[in-house]
């Protein structure tokens, strides 16, 4: 059963434009979510965060977006530019319990 | 500077053989967490650990052991590895104010033939 989703294993877009990663989960019991950006060869490294009593966080180029409802959040990155390129994971965490899980991740290509 | 180190990045070794993964942070942090990655899978959790003296099972945590004796240091055991723990590992580190926002070593490639 996995719980956090990220349905498209890939992206890519121009230059410039906006990537739009996307990420569902079925836990309505996760209270933080995450995205953290992977280079290959090195560890993940962590990106943004939002609180589940928030529906938007803002950080420079990224911003998070959550959909309780919907179980649903996504990561906007505006504008790309080629260093974005990478894989992203989606993760969700029960702060209470101190588990997290993490989505397949998608790998964004910028191109340039 | 402020890091989580993994030794070793590399390791082959055979079906039996008993190893451990060490895992190193300097930044004082509470939690600390081992991960696995393999292809389609994305990042499984093995095992976490809360403070000292405190670990508790992730997702996959068969097949593995850790210990947490003292904050910094949080190893891998592998009591008898077998070709399905062929993976690679991550370390990860947080501080208890902020333990979901993770600092990730550079990871461990694990063959076992």
């Known amino acids: 059963d996995q719980q956090v989703k990220q349905n498209s294993p890939s992206l890519s877009v121009q230059e410039g434009r906006i990537s739009i990663l996307n990420c569902d989960y079925t836990?309505?019991?996760?209270?933080?979510f995450l995205w953290y950006k992977k280079y290959p060869a090195e560890g993940p490294t962590f990106l943004i965060s939002?609180?589940?009593?928030?529906d938007k966080n803002e950080d420079g180029r990224f911003t998070v977006f959550l959909n309780k409802s919907a179980k649903h959040l996504s990561l906007h990155i505006v504008p790309s530019q080629p260093g974005d390129s990478a894989v992203y994971f989606c993760a969700a965490f029960l702060t209470n319990a101190g588990k997290s899980t993490f989505g397949d991740g998608t790998t964004l290509t910028v191109k340039p | 500077e402020a890091q989580v180190t993994q030794n070793p990045r590399y390791l082959i070794t055979v079906t039996g053989k008993k190893l451990t993964v060490t895992c190193s942070q300097n930044m004082n942090h509470e939690y600390m967490s081992w991960y696995r990655q393999d292809p389609g899978l994305g990042l499984r959790q093995i095992y976490y650990s809360m403070n000292v003296e405190v670990t508790d099972k992730g997702d996959v945590p068969e097949g593995y052991k850790v210990s947490r004796k003292e904050k910094r240091n949080f190893p891998l055991i592998l009591e008898s590895p077998s070709p399905n723990q062929t993976s690679l590992y991550f370390c990860?580190?947080?501080?208890?104010?902020?333990?979901?926002?993770?600092?990730f070593g550079p990871g461990t490639r694990l063959t076992v033939l």
């Open positions: 939002i609180s589940s009593i928030k």
């Open positions: 836990n309505s019991m996760f209270d933080y």
């Open positions: 990860a580190s947080s501080s208890g104010a902020q333990y979901n926002e993770q600092f």
